[in-house]
């Protein structure tokens, strides 16, 4: 099994879905820009922080 198969089995497990509110799947390459990325994530759910250039304030937003 590989780790993509592995890693998409977890996070359609509805034992693990019942533990969180919110849930991503989000693809990554090796060249991905972290502030660009955590923006992403955060305009998906439509969180007003995802304007920040601030990567801490960004992580925090994502907690």
Same mark, same amino acid.
């Given at each position: 099994?590989?780790?993509?198969?592995?890693?998409?089995?977890?996070?359609? %497990?509805?034992?693990?879905?019942?533990?969180?509110?919110?849930?991503?799947?989000?693809?990554?390459?090796?060249?991905?820009? $972290?502030?660009?990325?955590?923006?992403?994530?955060?305009?998906?759910?439509?969180?007003?922080?995802? %304007?920040?250039? %601030?990567?801490?304030? $960004?992580?925090?937003? $994502?907690?």
């Amino acid at each position: 099994m590989g780790k993509t198969t592995l890693a998409k089995l977890v996070f359609n %497990d509805h034992r693990i879905m019942e533990q969180f509110e919110f849930q991503a799947w989000v693809c990554v390459s090796q060249s991905s820009d $972290l502030v660009n990325l955590t923006q992403a994530i955060l305009r998906s759910f439509q969180f007003s922080a995802a %304007d920040s250039e %601030d990567l801490e304030i $960004l992580q925090r937003q $994502l907690q």
